[in-house]
């Protein structure tokens, strides 16, 4: 037996390396997880956005699913962009197989406004994934597409986390800031209280794979039994540093720099 944590990975890829998959296995490496991924979709992007898609195959997203259960155990998982119901379905019915806390991040449109989710398959996400998460982690476009109502201030975030466990049955939702003004704050409802994440807002425009890398840090801090509070209060505190140190390369938006913030976060 090993001492070291799993986190698995689900969702597409980022050839510029700074969102899906690829951020999601620098984050675990860097906070010591082992990390595992299963591609749902080969996604042809860059800083400056989206230019193509190619979805596996089911039986191969199937299969990538079969491989992991069938042989690793899984400490906690995650997934990101799940494209359409029929591989929304594959993963659902997968996830009963692990018996692991599950951060679902609904992806729904890139920053750069490319769509990642088929728009008529967000209701069923809506419906069949998130009574399944341990937590859920929306920005504010994704949390009003859940609630179809508009969150406008820091009120409205509080009452959609809570609003998002009563009516669609998470566990937990974490609401975040990041596309609102002033300071950077975070909202998680876990069931019973409001517990609130914040921090200074950082003058960049470098935020490609922010959401990506704060839900995979709360899924390695999760795999290694932190409880949920803490778990994304460190997140919260790795994916701040690592937009504070991160990168301006490309010719759109950025990505983070997450080897900057390891000894920081653990040390902490
Ligand atoms: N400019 C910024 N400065 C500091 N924190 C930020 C900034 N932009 C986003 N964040 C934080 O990054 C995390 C990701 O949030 P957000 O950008 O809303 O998600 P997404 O990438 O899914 O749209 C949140 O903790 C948010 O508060
Ligand atoms: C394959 C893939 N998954 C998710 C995203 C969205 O990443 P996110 O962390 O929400 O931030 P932006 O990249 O949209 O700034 C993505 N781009 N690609």
Not at 236 to 249: C, G, L, N, Y
Request: proline share 4%; glycine share 8%.
């Amino acid at each position: 037996m090993t001492n070291v944590s799993t986190a698995l990975t689900i969702a597409g890829t980022d050839p510029s390396g700074g969102a899906g998959i690829q951020a999601d296995l620098k984050t675990f490496q860097e906070l010591r997880s082992y990390g595992m991924s299963v591609i749902t979709s080969v996604v042809s992007q860059n800083t400056t956005g989206v230019k193509d898609v190619h979805h596996v195959p089911i039986e191969i997203l199937k299969s990538q699913l079969e491989a992991i259960s069938s042989d690793i155990p899984v400490d906690a998982f995650k997934t990101g962009m799940i494209s359409n119901m029929e591989m929304m379905k594959v993963v659902a019915e997968w996830i009963p197989e692990v018996n692991a806390p599950y951060v679902m991040d609904p992806v729904m449109v890139a920053t750069s406004g490319d769509t990642l989710i088929e728009e008529e398959s967000r209701s069923w996400l809506r419906d069949h994934l998130i009574p399944l998460a341990t937590v859920i982690t929306p920005n504010i476009a994704e949390a009003e597409f859940i609630l179809e109502e508009k969150i406008r201030n820091t009120e409205d975030m509080k009452q959609a986390a809570e609003q998002i466990c009563s009516r669609f049955g998470a566990n937990a939702a974490l609401i975040k800031g990041g596309h609102l003004e002033g300071e950077a704050i975070d909202f998680l409802y876990d069931g019973s209280s409001i517990l609130t994440y914040s921090s200074e807002r950082i003058d960049t425009d470098n935020t490609h794979g922010t959401g990506c890398t704060y839900a995979a840090a709360i899924t390695a801090f999760l795999s290694q039994g932190a409880p949920l509070s803490t778990a994304v209060e460190q997140a919260k505190h790795f994916v701040t540093e690592a937009i504070r140190h991160s990168f301006d390369i490309g010719k759109g938006s950025g990505p983070t720099n997450h080897f900057a913030t390891r000894e920081e976060v653990m040390n902490k």
